[in-house]
């Protein structure tokens, strides 16, 4: 499953209404590309399943050493369709 199908699997699967959320997110890339820590504004399943997918990606080594990304993920909300 691609980094986007394992994101897309937690709006999928959590608990709670069905709609489209949008989730800001903070990652923290290390000099050799791994993920050294992502923070997601939101309290609940949705954020803590996006969080613990995301901090086992790694990207290519940034240059210049360490960097933080900010974005975010558009999730529709409930069951697959």
Sequence with gaps: ???????????????????RSVLPIEIAIAADGAVSGASVRRDDSLGTCVRDVVRRWSFPAPT??????????????????
Excluded: I, N
């Design 64 to 81: 210049g050493g360490p960097v933080t990304l900010e974005g975010r993920f558009e999730l529709t909300l409930g069951p697959a369709r």
């Design 1 to 19: 499953m691609s980094h986007q199908g394992k994101v897309r699997f937690c709006g999928e699967t959590t608990d709670g209404p069905q709609g």
